[in-house]
């Protein structure tokens, strides 16, 4: 091995490890989490939360990993968030809120990947993301980031004569629809073409549904199945047609975006952020 003398020594930024806390901790991305934390092995679990009256409640983090981690699943938000530098949340908008309600006292900072989030919920986060800095993103996918961008692209590209349609599939468990992921991807669509998503957005067709207005932008939803999550925007023209279509076989890439997102926090102290911040996408 070649020796450095210490003033020639390659530098690296020594990368600060953080103490994580898992909300959801049984659930799907809760448990991809947990894998990928002890995977990657630079940052700690310190808790790991779920709901009162779950199953997973006294059970070993890792139990489900096949890893032990000493920790102990618990219902009690203050012990589970104990010691925490960022909690990282993949649960549902009531559950994440009441999370968010002991950061806030705790000094935690926080990542949000879960969807579903009313207007109102929204500014609730805004309002955390003051306090305590905060990622908070549909999806955490580096491929989905960039297949975001690559919307804002082509809707000004094809910003007439082309019908714009969003259309994703997920497994058969998901509660909400469309997806956060297909909304970001219509907010994009929208922003880009001048459009106002929240007139123009139709999220349901049956019966005489006349001819389709131009100015909209469709949403359709599939479920079924253990999809684990495929995105696809069709821009439809006059004798061609454009797919953007983005496909995720495993959850993964979802949590290896969420540890990045952590990671972007340590080093900030207010304020609210998505993936594009943590990924430098941002124009
Ligand atoms: N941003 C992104 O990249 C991604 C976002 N997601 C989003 O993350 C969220 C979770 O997805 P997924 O892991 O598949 O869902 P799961 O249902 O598998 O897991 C959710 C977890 O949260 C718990 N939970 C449910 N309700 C509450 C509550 N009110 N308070 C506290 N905990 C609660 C569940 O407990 P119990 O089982 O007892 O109900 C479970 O442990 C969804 O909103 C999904 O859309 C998912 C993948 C990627
Ligand atoms: O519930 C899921 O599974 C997923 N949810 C997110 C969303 O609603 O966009 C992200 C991903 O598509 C998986």
């Known amino acids: 091995m070649r020796a450095f ?14 103490n994580i806390a898992i909300a959801g901790a049984s659930g799907r991305m809760g448990q991809m989490l947990i894998q990928t934390i002890l995977q990657d092995g630079r940052h700690r679990l ?26 102990a699943i618990t219902d009690s938000i203050e012990a589970g968030l104990a010691g925490a530098d960022v909690l990282i949340d993949f649960t549902r908008p009531e559950g994440t809120l009441q999370h968010l309600s002991a950061c806030d006292r705790l000094g935690v900072k926080a990542v949000i990947g879960t969807t579903g989030f009313d207007d109102a919920q929204k500014t609730r986060i805004a309002d ?6 905060t990622v908070f993103a549909p999806n955490m ?13 082509a809707a000004k590209a094809l910003s007439t004569g082309y019908d714009i349609e969003v259309i994703e599939a997920h ?26 998503l929240k007139t123009c957005a139709v ?12 100015s ?27 797919e953007i279509s983005h496909k995720s076989s495993s959850r993964a890439g979802y949590a290896q975006g969420s540890l990045r997102a952590a990671e972007f926090l340590g080093t900030r102290t207010t304020g609210l952020f998505d ?9």
């Open 46 to 71: 310190s808790g790991a939360l779920d709901r009162p009256g779950s199953a997973a409640i006294g059970q070993d983090a890792g139990a489900f990993v096949g890893t032990p981690t000493g920790v």
């Open 216 to 242: 909209t932008i469709g949403f359709s939803t599939i479920r079924g199945g253990d999809i684990v999550g495929d995105h696809t925007v069709l821009f439809a023209g006059t004798g061609e047609r454009i």
């Open 128 to 133: 955390f993301a003051t306090r305590h800095a």
């Open 275 to 283: 993936m594009f911040d943590v990924l430098g996408l941002r124009n």
């Open 5 to 18: 003398p210490l003033s020639a020594r390659p530098f690296t930024m020594p990368l600060h490890a953080l």
């Open 203 to 214: 999220y349901e067709r049956y019966g005489h549904t006349g001819e389709r207005d131009p």
């Open 171 to 196: 497994h058969r468990h998901k509660v909400d629809a469309p997806s956060g992921t297909a909304l970001k991807m219509g907010e994009i669509l929208a922003e880009a073409l001048g459009r106002d």
């Open 141 to 153: 996918s580096v491929g989905v980031n960039v297949t975001f961008k690559l919307l804002e692209l």
